[in-house]
């Protein structure tokens, strides 16, 4: 069974920075699409990045609201995706989901939208204090 764990959430000050990590199980890695999303409070889910699997390009999307700010990578030897988050707002204040989903069939578009994937973590909390 496909597990995602992701950790690395914490309470910042506004202008601080956090490293979020989703660690893969019982999936062959380099094949999937990884998302990053969040969701706050009486709010639905909204995407945060993607970064596609190696068959697929490896291409990087951003949600507007925090472009310039933020950056996915990954690590396919360790099976592990990560967002690097700069100058924190606290309307970045949320729980940050990662997501997975086989690079078959995916696109430009259907790699920002939730229900696409397949595959969810728990969540990890980030909280922005002003």
């Known amino acids: 069974q496909v597990q995602l764990v992701e950790s690395g959430g914490g309470l910042v000050q506004a202008g601080g920075s956090l490293r979020l990590s989703c660690v893969a199980s019982e999936l062959t890695f380099d094949n999937y699409i990884m998302g990053w999303f969040r969701q706050a409070p009486g709010k639905e889910r909204e995407f945060v990045a993607s970064?596609?699997?190696?068959?697929?390009?490896?291409?990087?999307q951003y949600a507007d609201s925090m472009k310039g700010r933020i950056t996915i990578s990954r690590d396919n030897a360790k099976k592990t995706v990560y967002l690097q988050m700069d100058n924190l707002k606290p309307e970045d204040t949320a729980v940050y989901y990662c997501a997975a989903q086989s690079y078959v069939r995916a696109t430009v578009h259907t790699m920002r939208q939730s229900m696409w994937y397949a595959h969810w973590g728990q969540g990890t909390q980030v909280s922005v204090s002003s």
């Open positions: 970064l596609g699997s190696r068959k697929s390009g490896g291409r990087a």
